[in-house]
């Protein structure tokens, strides 16, 4: 076990008095490392503990703490005027960073562990170190897969109380797994043909709603990365047919603009946090664009077959009509 330092637990008792009460967290709504029971179960595991506390258990906590106590600081909380926050940031940074580098976490699969690499995938996408996220992504889908995450039956079975909260993570770890596969050129770690785990089921509360559809909407966005590396930029691919290649990407567009549609669509009006929602749709907007922007492979050397970079290109423009449809008719509704 690491040398950590755990956070004062007075201060962590305040933390979850503010989000069970008036002040939720905005920062990832909807997802599995903000869900509040979740986050009061693991923190009586470790501050009030019945029976051994695993290191899984330790690391997750501090990851979610760091997570909360960064928006807090951003969003200037009443909590600084008790505490020095950044100080404790960095306490629960540290303490999540010492979990992280340890065997346990990275080969014993387990919910805890799990949720810890999910955390730190969410934190290192905001430090561009992509191959270290990869490796995390990977570690966690290991981890997954060994838990039986991919497949329905296991939530069937599951009396945790926690399984929507193990569906959320899987999904949200294979979404960057397809999206580092389009980005690095490589095959996913998780293959749609092992999967039969469903989608997150969305909540009829209309202010949560919103969030859940946006999530599975990511998770189709992913889907469709996948099938563009696999049917257009893998060996198998680059290897198909012309005409094969050719109706790939006709079928892709059309989902592309389907998934678009549904996009531009959802009515989040009556959603919790409408203001970081709208951010979001444009988040999704760049990062949209760019997948199709950065993808280059160099031009098969057949004359007759169609070309990667042809493919390549024809995604690309498509796509981006119909992102900047989608923009100006944003633009003329506001």
């Known amino acids: 076990m690491p040398e950590i330092t755990p956070l004062p637990a007075s201060v962590v008792l305040t933390i979850l008095r503010k989000i069970k009460g ?13 869900d509040v029971r979740l986050i009061e179960h693991l923190c009586q595991k470790v501050y009030f503990p019945t029976e051994p506390v695993t290191l899984g258990h330790i690391t997750s906590v501090n990851g979610i703490m760091r997570l909360l106590l960064r928006e807090f600081i951003i969003t200037k909380d009443s909590l600084a005027e008790e505490h020095n926050l950044e100080e404790l940031k960095a306490q629960a940074e540290r303490n999540f960073d010492r979990g992280l580098q340890t065997f346990e976490l990275m080969t014993v699969p ?41 497949r329905e039956v296991t939530y069937q079975k599951d009396q945790s109380g926690f399984a929507d909260n193990k ?28 999967v039969d785990a469903h989608y997150p089921t969305i909540p009829d509360d209309p202010a949560e709603k919103p969030w859940t ?6 998770v189709r966005l992913a889907k469709i990365q996948g099938l563009i590396f696999d049917k257009l930029y893998s060996v198998t691919g680059l290897q198909s047919p012309a005409v094969d290649r050719r109706q790939w ?16 669509h959802m009515d989040g009006s009556t959603v919790r946090f409408v203001e970081i929602l709208k951010l979001s749709m444009t988040h999704w907007d760049i990062i949209n664009a760019r997948s199709w922007y950065r993808h280059d492979i160099p031009v098969l050397s057949s ?15 498509r796509w981006r009509q119909d992102a900047l449809e989608s923009r100006l008719h944003r633009l003329g509704s506001s």
Request: proline share 3%.
């Open 22 to 34: 008036t002040n939720p967290t905005r920062f990832f709504p909807g997802q599995a490392l903000t």
């Open 249 to 264: 990407i006709d079928a892709l567009v059309a989902d592309m603009h389907q998934w678009r549609y549904e996009l531009d």
């Open 303 to 317: 004359s007759k077959a169609l070309s990667t970079k042809s493919s390549s290109r024809i995604l690309r423009l």
């Open 213 to 218: 559809e946006l999530f599975r909407l990511a």
């Open 167 to 194: 569906r959320r993570l899987f999904w949200t770890l294979y979404v960057f797994d397809k999206t580092n596969s389009l980005h690095f050129g490589n095959a996913s770690r998780v293959q749609d043909f092992e």
């Open 110 to 150: 387990s919910f805890e562990n799990i949720l810890a690499i999910t955390a730190a995938v969410l934190k290192i996408q905001n430090e561009a170190a992509p191959v270290l996220a990869r490796s995390l992504v990977n570690a966690g889908l290991s981890h997954c897969q060994m838990m039986g995450y991919h």
